[in-house]
Antibody, heavy 121, light 108 residues
């Protein structure tokens, strides 16, 4: 059974860097094709894809947020970490990690419960 | 960037209705489209992938069609559990992913 769970701060100040960790089970990020990504959703708004990292360490980022995002993986710990710099109140959202089985067809079959991150001074 | 536009934004329907949601891509994406259902406070659930393939465990009243730039999600007979928000997602360029803005299906 595949599960993913997000952890990290729920409150950050403007200009700070956000670091979120996705801890997963039920699959290995060393298996060919597999990827883990991050998606966020501001309250009452639509889903926004942020980043993906694949089993081969290829990384992909949202073009609009590319300069602020870094995604890394620790295969031995079954974890993926997302950092986002220069946080702003508009970055207030629920951040979710997701699983994709196929590198060349990244749709998301498993989702974490999400973590609400509020950006406020 | 590929933009995804869903219509309508809100849809009012009754149990038993046939419901259709449209998703349009700003350029051709082949059949690389997924549909998700999201209920308040919950994570999205994958319904359809590759435009028309039903994810395991999803009721057969859900179906997807289309290719190129126009896609539809159809619920053949709306059930009480189907009132939710639906999102389309393109993955034509595997390096970038885009979601539609969502369609809320509400009780008429």
């Amino acid at each position: 059974q595949i599960t993913l769970k997000e952890s990290g701060p729920t409150l950050v100040k403007p200009t700070q860097t956000l670091t979120l960790t996705c801890t997963f089970s039920g699959f290995s990020l060393s298996t060919s094709g597999v990827g883990v990504g991050w998606i966020r959703q501001p309250p009452g708004k639509a889903l926004e894809w942020l980043a993906l990292i694949y089993w081969d360490d290829h990384k992909r980022y949202s073009p609009s947020l590319n300069a602020r995002l870094t995604i890394t993986k620790d295969t031995s710990k079954n974890q993926v970490v997302l950092t986002m710099t220069k946080m702003d109140p508009v970055d207030t959202a629920t951040y979710s990690c997701v699983h994709t089985l196929l590198k060349y067809k990244p749709y998301f079959d498993y989702w974490g419960q999400g973590i609400l991150v509020t950006v406020s001074s | 960037d590929i933009q995804m536009t869903q219509s309508p934004s809100t849809l009012s329907a009754s149990v038993g209705d046939r419901v259709t949601i449209t998703c349009r891509a700003s350029q051709s994406i082949g059949s690389w489209l997924a549909w998700y259902q999201q209920k308040p406070g919950k994570a999205p659930k994958l319904l359809i992938y590759d435009a028309s393939s039903l994810e395991g465990g999803v009721p057969s009243r859900f179906s997807g069609s289309g290719s190129g730039t126009e896609f539809t999600l159809t619920i053949s007979s709306l059930q009480p559990d189907d009132f939710a928000t639906y999102y389309c997602q393109q993955y034509n360029t595997y390096s970038q992913v885009t979601f539609g803005q969502g369609t809320r299906v509400e009780v008429k």
